[in-house]
T-cell receptor, first 113, second 113 residues
C-alpha cells in the first residue's frame, strides 16, 4: 500500500514563473491537506480539500495561491508569479473520511531564484 | 484561531536519560493532539497521538499526557537512544477530520552519546 506521493520532490523556478505541486493521497483516503514549512520553522496549515471541494482555505495567501482536488487525479497546489519568499518545503497529508490521523508525503522543496 | 506553543526549542540529553517536551494550546474546542517526528530532509512521521477523552497514552518508550483543564500536553521519551535525535512537533485540531492541524514550532532533540 503506497504512502502519500508528492512530485516533483525538488522544483526550481525563477521569479514570476508558475509552480505546480502534485499530491496523490494514500489509497482510500478522501481528504487532502497542504502545509508549508519555512526553514527552521514548524508546519503551517494552508488548505483542506475533499474530492472536488475546498473545505477550509483559511491558511492560504489571498493572492497567487490556489488548490484543487479533482474527481480524477492528484491534488494540485498552484503558485502563480512566484517570489523568493515562496521558497519553502510544501507537504501534503491525507486521511480517510472522519479520521483524525494525517499521513504526510515526502514534500516538495521549492526554490525560487 | 488555535495557537500552539512548544518548549523547549532545543533539548540536549544524555543517552539513556529521559526527555520531556511540553505544549500548550489556546482553543478549548481542540480535542486531538498528535506528535510528529521529523528527521532532516524527511517527512513528518506520526509517533503518537491522544484524544481529549484520555489523560495518558503509552507506546513502548514514548508516552503523551494531556491536561484539558490547563490546556497543555507533553511528550515523554524514556531510555533515549541516538536514533531519537530529530525535531519533534506537537499539534492540535478539533478532530474528526474536520480541520487542519495547528503545529508548534518544534523541539530539536539532541541525544548525547
Amino acid at each position: 500500500n503506497a504512502g502519500v506521493m508528492q512530485n516533483p520532490r525538488h522544483l526550481v523556478r525563477r521569479r514570476g514563473q508558475e509552480a505546480r505541486l502534485r499530491c496523490s493521497p494514500m489509497k482510500g483516503h478522501s481528504h487532502v491537506y497542504w502545509y508549508r514549512q519555512l526553514p527552521e520553522e514548524g508546519l503551517k496549515f494552508m488548505v483542506y480539500l475533499q474530492k472536488e471541494n475546498i473545505i477550509d482555505e483559511s491558511g492560504m495567501p489571498k493572492e497567487r495561491f490556489s488548490a484543487e482536488f479533482p474527481k480524477e487525479g492528484p491534488s494540485i497546489l498552484r503558485i502563480q508569479q512566484v517570489v523568493r519568499g515562496d521558497s519553502a518545503a510544501y507537504f501534503c497529508a491525507s486521511s480517510p473520511m472522519y479520521s483524525d490521523t494525517q499521513y504526510f508525503g515526502p514534500g516538495t522543496r521549492l526554490t525560487v531564484l | 484561531g488555535e495557537n500552539v506553543e512548544q518548549h523547549p526549542s532545543t533539548l540536549s540529553v544524555q543517552e539513556g536519560d529521559s526527555a520531556v517536551i511540553k505544549c500548550t494550546y489556546s482553543d478549548s474546542a481542540s480535542n486531538y493532539f498528535p506528535w510528529y517526528k521529523q528527521e532532516l530532509g524527511k517527512r513528518p512521521q506520526l509517533i503518537i497521538d491522544i484524544r481529549s477523552n484520555v489523560g495518558e497514552k503509552k507506546d513502548q518508550r514514548i508516552a503523551v499526557t494531556l491536561n484539558k483543564t490547563a490546556k497543555h500536553f507533553s511528550l515523554h521519551i524514556t531510555e533515549t537512544q541516538p536514533e531519537d535525535s530529530a525535531v519533534y512537533f506537537c499539534a492540535a485540531s478539533t478532530g474528526g477530520g474536520a480541520d487542519g492541524l495547528t503545529f508548534g514550532k518544534g523541539t530539536h532533540l539532541i541525544i548525547q552519546p
